[in-house]
């Protein structure tokens, strides 16, 4: 009956009350995070206090001293269930990014939210069974709901603003629209599954129906009347041009990638990283030698570095190079195919680079690792079997960031460098460029974590912005740097980073190759198995390369 207070003999959980003394809020989250999967399983007069208190670290006395009866508890975990993807909103800081990009991300978002947590579109479903009435008592989410429309308002205000949304409509409205386009795609997904297949929520069907939510919800506001506005109408078009190959790669990697929880720590992306490099991983050139390591001292601690070498015996050029990963993920074996192959294709050496992680090692002491290298290299040139005078240095992304600056410092250091390949660099953190608008969610890489991951590596913000050896665009004078080839992406949120780091270098008398990666995305080295075009790429750069260092 439900309200009843039962306080008969306890169950197993008795044997941990122990803990709850010590540590009442943990028990009261654990209680709430069970009572949400069994109420979204078996609804409010289904569910039992007893099933609950079983799967708990705690009893059912203990159960009714924190939330009074079965109702109450219920009330409370409809309350939890909200408030977490309330602050999950808070997280994204929207607040601080152009109203376009804040749209989507918002709407996007809720997408991902409602489809990874079905319990709480469960949950919402039974609220609405009973027609409201519990959540009608609580305070709690009345008020966590209205800091979603003042958000909302805050985007729509800016946006109207700047000219880009229509005037008339209200956040209300807004938030509507979100919700009914992304609750449908959880709470309908069995009953339209079995009527039409279940195309739809494959990882392709569902990424395909994230991106619409985020397009009718900005065709929606966006004013037609503009310039502004139809240039942001007429790039939403522009996205569906990503190649057929990639398009296959993101069906695989989104897939492996989903199994990664929600709030994921940067020590557990490391993990799934490796895991689906490992699994990913294509056949290594036979005659690519993989097996060689040293340990390389440097004042930003000791550095490992795996030598991938093509068989000839004679002296090779050598490529130092920096695999990406946002500065906190990634090693010489999640690039290992890129490497190989350009040890393969260019009959050369390639000393990969498993520089430190932030956070747990900030800036700088991935930077002198790598310039630490660069000097490692030249000092055992000969031992390594490398030619001094064909050493270059390249890198992807993160590792095209860091690339570029040790390139600065080798300048100064008088340490010669033939080239610089720079694959999608980060080369500042200027988010106003018009490629973090047109790509905000990637795919693959997407701007609302951007801020997060970068403070992770230097967390001092005029520090990010101001120190060339972070962020290479700043540097006072880019005259005397190496030939640099920079491959950019068209839907790559860095694209107009990298892009401007060439006009930089040709302004300062660099010669640089540009490669402006026609229908690609940020990361697209690592479709070399599903992208013809990817492979292409890595293939022209390598031409350059061997060139350069002929």
Not at 124 to 133: A, M
Not at 135 to 147: A, E, K, T
Not at 277 to 303: F, K, Q, Y
Not at 320 to 327: D, P, T
Request: with cysteine; hydrophobic share 40%; aromatic share 8%.
């Amino acid at each position: 009956m439900l309200g009843e207070v039962d306080t008969s003999a306890e169950q197993p959980g008795e044997m941990f009350r122990k803990g709850w003394k010590q540590d009442p809020d943990a028990v009261r989250a654990n209680i709430l995070q069970i009572a949400r999967e069994i109420f979204a399983a078996k609804g409010l007069s289904g569910a039992r206090i007893s099933e609950i208190a079983a799967k708990t670290k705690t009893s059912k006395r203990m159960i009714y001293y924190y939330f009074g009866d079965k109702e109450g508890l219920y009330r409370a975990a409809l309350e939890d269930a909200y408030q977490e993807m309330r602050r999950s909103e808070d997280a994204l800081d929207l607040t601080q990014m152009p109203p376009v990009e804040a749209l989507r991300q918002l709407a996007e978002f809720t997408f991902d939210h409602h489809r990874n947590a079905v319990n709480f579109v469960r949950l919402v479903t039974i609220e609405n069974i009973h027609n409201g009435e519990h959540m009608s008592r609580s305070d709690g989410i009345v008020g966590q709901n209205s800091s979603a429309i003042r958000l909302l308002e805050n985007i729509y205000a800016r946006g109207c603003e700047l000219g880009l949304f229509r005037r008339g409509l209200t956040a209300l409205e807004l938030h509507w629209h979100i919700s009914a386009l992304c609750y449908f795609n959880v709470s309908n997904r069995s009953t339209f599954s079995r009527i039409f297949g279940d195309d739809l929520f494959s990882p392709r069907g569902q990424q395909m129906l994230r991106r619409h939510v985020g397009d009718m919800i900005l065709r929606f506001v966006m004013r037609t009347d503009t310039d502004k506005g139809r240039n942001v109408l007429n790039s939403l078009d522009e996205t569906r041009r990503i190649l057929p190959g990639i398009l296959r790669f993101l069906d695989v990697w989104d897939g492996k990638w989903a199994s990664l929880a929600p709030g994921a720590t940067p020590a557990d992306r490391r993990i799934r990283f490796e895991a689906i490099a490992r699994e990913m991983r294509l056949e290594t050139p036979e005659n690519v030698e993989t097996d060689e390591e040293h340990w390389i001292d440097s004042p930003g601690g000791p550095v490992r570095v795996r030598i991938f070498r093509h068989a000839d015996s004679a002296p090779q050029a050598a490529l130092i190079y920096m695999h990406g990963g946002a500065w906190m993920q990634g090693s010489p074996e999640t690039h290992w195919d890129i490497t190989s192959r350009i040890a393969d294709w260019n009959r050369q050496t390639v000393i990969s680079v498993d520089y430190a992680l932030a956070p747990e090692h900030p800036y700088p002491a991935a930077f002198q690792q790598c310039v630490s290298v660069v000097q490692w290299a030249h000092d055992n040139a000969g031992k390594l079997g490398i030619d001094p005078a064909q050493i270059a240095i390249g890198g992807d992304s993160a590792g095209g960031n860091l690339a570029a600056a040790a390139a600065l410092k080798c300048r100064e250091l008088n340490l010669p460098l033939q080239a610089q390949l720079l694959a999608y660099p980060s080369c500042d953190f200027d988010r106003t460029r018009p490629s973090y608008t047109e790509n905000a969610n990637g795919p693959l890489l997407k701007v609302a974590g951007m801020a997060g991951n970068n403070a992770l590596y230097c967390a001092d913000a005029e520090q990010l912005n101001s120190d060339p050896y972070i962020a290479p665009l700043a540097a006072d004078d880019h005259a005397g740097l190496p030939p640099a080839y920079i491959a950019v992406a068209q839907y790559d949120p860095l694209r107009d980073s990298g892009a401007a780091y060439a006009d930089a270098l040709e302004a300062a008398g660099v010669p640089v190759n540009r490669d402006a990666g026609e229908g690609l995305i940020h990361g697209y080295l690592r479709a070399l198995e599903y992208c013809p075009e990817a492979e292409a790429s890595l293939r022209r750069m390598c031409a350059w390369l061997k060139a350069k260092c002929a």
